[in-house]
């Protein structure tokens, strides 16, 4: 595995809001956990929230990044039978973008806090705030 994906190894409370179509209106809450854990060269990512009511859960897989380089593959399986094939890049120092579909995700790590920001297409096209999550490592 590599280094750079150190500082999301462990466990994180996880509490945040899904936003609605206008980027800004709280249509969901989101709490829970996201536990991130070493398997050799993976990275294997667990997410067990309750999102506006309803428990989700995941299990993501993170590959090696391939030759070395700082793109890292991603596969996620949910617990409704989906399946997301996604692309996580280091733009820096604890700072993540996930890429899947259309959406895109920037994490960014800062010892025992994390937030992650969450975009999607708007109606005219432009990335609009979707998704913003706080969380706070528990160990």
Same mark, same amino acid.
């Given at each position: 595995? /590599?280094?750079?994906?150190? *500082?999301?190894?462990?466990?994180w409370? #996880?509490?945040?809001?899904v &936003? ?5 209106? +709280? $249509? $969901? ?12 060269? %993976?990275v =294997?990512?667990? =997410?067990? +929230? =309750?999102?506006?009511?309803?428990? /989700? ?12 380089g700082? $793109? %890292? *593959?991603?596969r996620?399986?949910? !617990?409704?039978?989906?399946?997301? +094939?996604s692309t996580? #890049? =280091?733009?820096? *120092?604890?700072r993540?973008? %996930? @890429? ?8 960014q +790590?800062?010892?025992?806090t994390? @937030? $992650? ?6 109606? !005219?096209?432009? *990335?609009?705030?979707?998704?913003? &999550?706080r %969380?706070? @490592? @528990?160990?």
């Amino acid at each position: 595995m /590599s280094e750079d994906l150190e *500082p999301l190894i462990g466990t994180w409370r #996880t509490e945040g809001e899904v &936003l609605g179509d206008d980027g800004v209106t +709280v $249509a $969901a809450t989101v709490e829970g956990t996201d536990a991130y854990e070493r398997l050799g060269p %993976f990275v =294997v990512h667990r =997410v067990d +929230v =309750v999102i506006g009511g309803r428990r /989700s859960r995941a299990l993501e897989i993170i590959e090696p990044g391939e030759d070395g380089g700082a $793109a %890292f *593959p991603t596969r996620a399986y949910d !617990d409704q039978g989906g399946v997301e +094939v996604s692309t996580a #890049t =280091v733009d820096g *120092p604890g700072r993540y973008v %996930f @890429r899947a579909g259309a959406a895109e995700a920037v994490l960014q +790590v800062g010892g025992d806090t994390m @937030r $992650a920001q969450w975009t999607v297409p708007g109606a !005219d096209g432009q *990335p609009r705030p979707w998704m913003r &999550l706080r %969380f706070t @490592r @528990r160990g």
